[in-house]
Nanobody
Framework: QVQLVESGGGLVQAGGSLRLSCAASVGISSLNVMGWYQQAPGNQRELVASITSGGSTNYADSVKGRFTISRDNAENTVYLQMNGLKPEDTGVYYC?????????????WGQGTQVTVSS
């Protein structure tokens, strides 16, 4: 079982920055993919950014050039640096860990952290 705890959310004005953290209960080098997802009010959860155990990253088009995902294996933590925040970035941000098994993938979610961007 993998437990994930997010932190770092808050209220910020448009153009501001936040850094989200996701602390894992296991060594993150054993987790194939870790990602951040946004759930805006009334919407489904959507991928914002992901990073593989090998360090490859992937970003939603809407955040490219503004957000950066990174991992610190020694701290078992994944970060999401969010710059140039916009009101449409508002939502609950969830951390997800994915482990690829032989027949299926196993996904673990954190409890989420609220990000609110005021205009």
């Amino acid at each position: 079982q993998v437990q994930l705890v997010e932190s770092g959310g808050g209220l910020v004005q448009a153009g501001g920055s936040l850094r989200l953290s996701c602390a894992a209960s296991v060594g993150i080098s054993s987790l194939n993919v870790m990602g951040w997802y946004q759930q805006a009010p009334g919407n489904q959860r959507e991928l914002v950014a992901s990073i593989t155990s090998g360090g490859s990253t992937n970003y939603a088009d809407s955040v490219k050039g503004r957000f950066t995902i990174s991992r610190d294996n020694a701290e078992n933590t994944v970060y999401l640096q969010m710059n140039g925040l916009k009101p449409e970035d508002t939502g609950v941000y969830y951390c997800k860990a994915q482990i690829n098994g032989i027949l299926r993938s196993y996904n673990y979610w954190g409890q989420g952290t609220q990000v609110t961007v005021s205009s």
